[in-house]
């Protein structure tokens, strides 16, 4: 089955959004900036609205942890944390006078924060790389997503002549390429990115050996990136280990914790029409009528529970939603939210899996066998 990619038309389209979503850039001195809460600042007299994204890196830049500040948050209440978080940041003002502030031109929400304006690459200067990687490469562009709320412009693009397979299974036959990521925290990433020819499902795969970020377009970063470029060129764009990575994801039971994030993730995109990806309903009902009580499960119980499902169907269920329930099931989603979830399937493929460290049990039942407890006898 051949991919569908853009064409040159929807091509110009896409480019010029992701011209018109480039983030605005304020720089301000650190302390001018206030931190009302989680998802407000203030600057000048304005209250402005941030994105989550927004908001760990301001808090990483003050020199404190996601996780410290959850917990400070359960000792304190979010005035206080507020509070602490400032005298931080004025703290940290004789060392860093100024901030580069990134705001949204659609929604005028701030969707980032970097120490320095140069950090940032604009989003026609992603544009130029991206093309030049896809015309030196012989790639096809899949899908070009834009995300003005976020300030995040991804591009998967493979090449058709980079074909593969993956032994011992039937059906597992791929394209490879790249997802090319630009937005106002990291810069520009790219990532392995592959199309499953059987369905034509598009999935990208953060997997570390071939992710590469590209904080900014200096001499010696371009050409440590295309020297990055060259290598991954001679695999043919495959990701290492992928091969044995979709076997042990096909062997591998998706715990019922994992089955209810998928689902989850569906449910955005799909609605109430998850389960048809997603069998969440299915398994949750296989436990009840076993009188395994799964409602009252807490989040350790549920990724020691096996469902029905294997990692790998897992996330080919989320790619086929993102390839084709835009134009073929009716759903309301474009190329922001298929791209996004095709990041979404990639990073719970590439992630420790619940039960992944499982080994077959010779006693051949859980039940412990009351006669073969050697303590119990012992006095």
């Known amino acids: 089955m051949s991919v569908i990619t853009l064409s040159q038309s929807a091509i110009q ?54 996780t410290f500040a959850k917990k400070f948050e359960k000792l304190f209440d979010a005035e206080v ?9 004025n703290a940290m003002a004789s060392q860093m006078n100024e901030i580069t502030m990134i705001v949204s031109p659609t929604t005028k929400r ?10 940032l690459v604009s989003n026609e200067r992603f544009i130029g790389l ?3 990687i896809i015309d030196q490469h012989g790639f096809e ?20 002549k980079a074909e593969f397979s993956v032994a011992g299974l039937n059906d ?40 590469y970020q590209l904080a900014d377009l200096t001499q010696p970063s371009m050409e440590k990136f295309f020297q ?51 069998p969440l309903n299915e398994n949750m009902s296989a436990y009840r009528t076993g009188g395994i009580e799964i409602d009252n499960f807490d989040s350790d119980q549920l990724k020691n529970a096996r469902s029905n499902q294997s990692i790998w169907s897992l996330t080919n269920g989320l790619t086929h939603i993102a390839t084709h329930a835009p134009e073929r099931l009716a759903f309301d989603m474009g190329d922001r939210e298929s791209t996004q979830l095709m ?14 460290a499982q080994v077959p049990n010779p006693w051949k039942t859980n039940e412990i066998d009351q006669k073969a407890q050697v303590g119990l006898w012992l006095n």
């Open 13 to 66: 389209n896409r480019k010029a959004e992701t011209l018109n979503a480039q983030a605005l850039r304020k720089t301000i001195a650190v302390r001018e900036l206030e931190i009302i809460n989680d998802t407000t600042v203030s600057y000048n007299g304005h209250r402005l609205e941030m994105t989550k994204d927004a908001f760990k890196q301001l808090i990483s830049m003050v020199g404190m942890s996601q």
């Open 81 to 89: 944390k507020a509070k602490f978080i400032n005298q931080m940041k």
């Open 172 to 211: 597992e036959v791929f394209n490879a390429g790249l997802t090319l990521r630009n937005s106002p925290g990291k810069g520009i990433e790219v990532m392995p990115y592959v199309n499953r020819l059987w369905c034509t499902n598009g999935l990208t795969t953060p997997l570390a050996a071939e992710s």
């Open 228 to 278: 990055h470029m060259s290598e991954l060129r001679k695999r043919g764009f495959q990701p290492e280990g992928f091969q044995n990575l979709i076997k042990r994801a096909n062997e591998t039971s998706a715990s019922m914790h994992e089955l209810k994030r998928a689902h989850t993730v569906a449910k955005r995109y799909v609605g109430d029409a998850a389960d048809n990806w997603v």
């Open 141 to 160: 562009v899949s899908n070009w997503g834009v995300d003005p709320n976020k300030g995040l412009v991804t591009i998967n693009a493979f090449n058709p």
């Open 343 to 356: 990041v979404d399937a990639g990073s719970m493929l590439g992630k420790k899996w619940d039960l992944g």
């Open 110 to 119: 701030v969707v980032g924060f970097t120490k320095r304006a140069t950090d």
């Open 130 to 132: 991206a093309e030049q």
